[in-house]
């Protein structure tokens, strides 16, 4: 008796909940192969720290092993990753409703408008995957520099290692400069769970579509937020909790919000940002040098050199 | 000779530690089968969010499965393990010390003495089950709405899908709307073990004691913190580092804190919070379309459509 | 045809990476067997953690098992990873640049000089190992005070076992207490791996060099950071997003930093500091009894007592 209650509660319930299902659509996926996982996307970003960071990242390199195929062997893996992550992102952006396309919307990339026959996404896949993978030295060029300001610009580190092993800030950053070259190519959806597994572990939430110069550092990190418009010159160092966000943003006849546009600040080189400031709005710009101090709220640019304190208490 | 002397240190240690597991024995749990183990709580919330997000969360949903029989399924699985995770919990507590059943006193729970029998036990939990499942449709038009308000409130947002995926504020929003009703229903620890789940995975600390209205959005997120007696109207928008925090606390007359008692701020509707603001206090009230600027610190009410912003500097 | 081209490519590709590799070489670990891994680190910190918490950390401790028997087992098993992960470290700095070797120039501790043989370096691991697990009994009696303190201090907690499940401040400071002798005895870079993890568990990263008093309780705690020479006395209640952190940096003739120094504000006992304030430098003291409002910019000294709030907006 008690069984067949609870079989027919069930039940009901059960039917309630398909009618959410049908309700609100556009919070499930039922039969929908190509919603890229995060699992295969944090593979693919665990196989790019490894070749950034032998040794320190994926397991140790014994000193019998011969680099070069050891470097052949990874890259090769790391392309049959990236273009499988690739091509399933770029097939369910075609055949889904094509919002996401919206993040492609950069001047730099090449695009495929919906319904286009498969080849052709396999083949801008793989041109998408090659493009990217060339440019991996460089990225190591420049976490080279980043890793060398972290050093420096911390009296509390002791070591490279240290560095490499310990700072949060230095991890997030190396998924920025691994994540905004896909950003830029137009790859859509994997730049951002690349940004936000960072964020996770990091509590620094990086927009790939920031631009961020060289030697930078963020200290301790948990709560820094860098907005998708985001310019940063070089040698800038900043501490947690620092938002460089945007102030209000502009909409459109319908009361929709506008998307694109420039909506987070400029920030100069050589600027030195506190803990816990908050600097808002596309025409913010901080001058070259200058340096913010902890809990500062700034809607309007600030002079190259000064120095903005609280008012005293 | 060596290994006699290590033999003898270690039994000294041994005895010191033993008696610090005496000296404070609140802080070990030996022999305690019932303690609700952090794993089994997180299986659980994987399977509600499963079934709130199907294909999101968990594994991919095939184009041939039949949705009826997948949520008959995962709702049958469901079952048991809520009904065993408060069945522990309960046996927890009236065997313990009791104290955690200070948890429960909220007005619309059953209330269950210590010492109670183990049958009484196992029907309260499986009522309490069977009311927490039969209010999951509506805590998924809940999340359609507030993943509705996530990406009409960020002009970064692309598609739906990335607010799904990459947005930690819509991941801990998720896990508070799913907390909530068990706390409501009297059931202890486990809405905290979900909130604290959440917290860690996302930086947003929101007590499932508060009450949240609909189309609540959190950007970026890390830092945030909403106290356990802390209500909110629809349409609100907070960001990263916002504290809705207690502002100081009542005492008994032997000093120790008054526990209950309206102690978090309530906020109105059409609120937007800026970054790292923090607004503290029981009689603190926001009003509806209130703006409070970023790094603010306010322990006094707000009046409705007010602008709140930091003196210039 | 296709597959030469994508062969040579890939070759060119490899060369351009081992380039890389030689041109950043302190950013790759070739061949270095002893770089202490983070899995090993870890692996230490759980057994820690279980053998202070044992029943609430690890797996569930049975009602007939014998506790002097288990713990030690667990003593044994500890003093064997200890010693690894210590003598690791130890020949890591020695055969490498002894750049992390800076990180023992404290005034307790014994120092090996860079090519020492390796036997000196197990006999001083051992003696660092015994010497630092024969504190554990000290250690929880510190966090028997702590969780007292968050118990107490926060009228949201019902239960101890609440404060140990769920708070993630609870579980920095335990991290800290088992992290800071490790570092007082000049272990390299294990106790930076620990604290580091914690951080990225709860948000909360206290540099294990900090000296703090009993009873000490951080609420919330995401975004909280306290650096390496920062002293804090007794029965101190810090909140989410509070910095204790450095003013701004000697440096050297050659322009580099000045490593080493007081860096850090001094904290008396019985203060309380509210959500995001921000106080740095080290001859900033606050005086006992104070009360730092939130979101405060602190870098002079605050009198006993003296209560800090922002100004009126």
Same mark, same amino acid.
């Given at each position: 008796?008690?069984?067949?209650? &609870?079989?027919? =509660?069930?039940?009901?319930?059960?039917?309630?909940?398909?009618?959410? *299902?049908?309700?609100?659509?556009? +919070?499930? &996926?039922?039969?929908?192969k190509n919603l890229p996982s995060e699992t295969s996307v944090v593979e693919l970003l665990e196989e790019l $720290?490894?070749?950034? /960071?032998?040794? *320190?990242?994926?397991?140790?390199?014994?000193?019998?092993?011969?680099?070069?195929?050891?470097?052949?062997r990874r890259l090769g893996r790391l392309e049959g990753l990236v273009a499988d992550v690739i091509t399933r992102t770029l097939n369910f952006c075609m055949h889904g409703e094509g919002a996401c396309l919206r993040a492609c919307a950069q001047p730099q990339q090449e695009t495929v408008a919906p319904g286009e026959p498969t080849e052709a996404i396999d083949d801008l896949?793989?041109?998408?995957?090659?493009?990217?993978?060339?440019? $991996?030295?460089?990225?190591?060029?420049?976490? !080279?520099?980043? +890793?060398?300001?972290?050093?420096e610009?911390? #009296? !509390?580190?002791?070591?490279?290692?240290?560095?490499? $092993? %310990? /700072?949060?800030?230095?991890?997030? +950053?190396?998924? *920025?400069?691994?994540?905004?070259?896909?950003? %830029?190519?137009g790859v859509p959806l994997i730049p951002r769970i690349m940004s936000e597994w960072a964020h996770r572990r990091t509590g620094v939430d990086i927009? #790939?579509?920031?631009?961020?110069?060289?030697?930078?550092?963020?200290?301790?990190?948990? @709560?820094?937020?860098? @907005?998708?418009?985001?310019? +940063?010159?070089?040698?800038? =160092?900043? *501490?947690?909790?620092?938002? $460089?966000? !945007?102030?209000?943003?502009?909409?459109?006849?319908? @009361?929709?919000?506008? &998307?694109?546009?420039?909506?987070?600040?400029?920030? @100069?080189?050589?600027?030195t940002i506190y803990a816990n400031a908050t600097i808002l709005g596309g025409r913010t710009r901080i001058g070259d040098g200058a340096v913010i101090g902890g809990g500062a709220w700034i809607t309007r640019s600030v002079q190259a050199g000064a120095t903005v304190l609280p008012p005293p208490r």
């Amino acid at each position: 008796m008690e069984h067949s209650i &609870k079989n027919s =509660k069930t039940t009901d319930l059960t039917r309630r909940l398909l009618e959410t *299902y049908r309700r609100h659509g556009a +919070i499930n &996926k039922i039969g929908e192969k190509n919603l890229p996982s995060e699992t295969s996307v944090v593979e693919l970003l665990e196989e790019l $720290l490894t070749l950034m /960071y032998p040794g *320190y990242h994926g397991r140790p390199v014994e000193r019998h092993e011969d680099p070069a195929e050891l470097v052949e062997r990874r890259l090769g893996r790391l392309e049959g990753l990236v273009a499988d992550v690739i091509t399933r992102t770029l097939n369910f952006c075609m055949h889904g409703e094509g919002a996401c396309l919206r993040a492609c919307a950069q001047p730099q990339q090449e695009t495929v408008a919906p319904g286009e026959p498969t080849e052709a996404i396999d083949d801008l896949a793989l041109r998408m995957t090659r493009e990217y993978l060339s440019g $991996l030295p460089e990225i190591r060029d420049l976490l !080279a520099l980043d +890793i060398q300001a972290a050093f420096e610009g911390d #009296p !509390a580190a002791t070591s490279t290692e240290e560095v490499i $092993l %310990c /700072y949060p800030g230095v991890r997030a +950053i190396s998924v *920025y400069r691994l994540a905004h070259p896909l950003f %830029c190519l137009g790859v859509p959806l994997i730049p951002r769970i690349m940004s936000e597994w960072a964020h996770r572990r990091t509590g620094v939430d990086i927009h #790939p579509g920031a631009r961020i110069g060289t030697h930078f550092f963020i200290d301790h990190g948990t @709560g820094v937020v860098i @907005g998708e418009t985001t310019r +940063i010159g070089d040698h800038v =160092k900043i *501490y947690q909790g620092v938002t $460089l966000g !945007a102030l209000s943003f502009a909409r459109n006849p319908d @009361g929709s919000l506008v &998307k694109g546009g420039l909506r987070h600040p400029q920030i @100069g080189s050589r600027v030195t940002i506190y803990a816990n400031a908050t600097i808002l709005g596309g025409r913010t710009r901080i001058g070259d040098g200058a340096v913010i101090g902890g809990g500062a709220w700034i809607t309007r640019s600030v002079q190259a050199g000064a120095t903005v304190l609280p008012p005293p208490r």
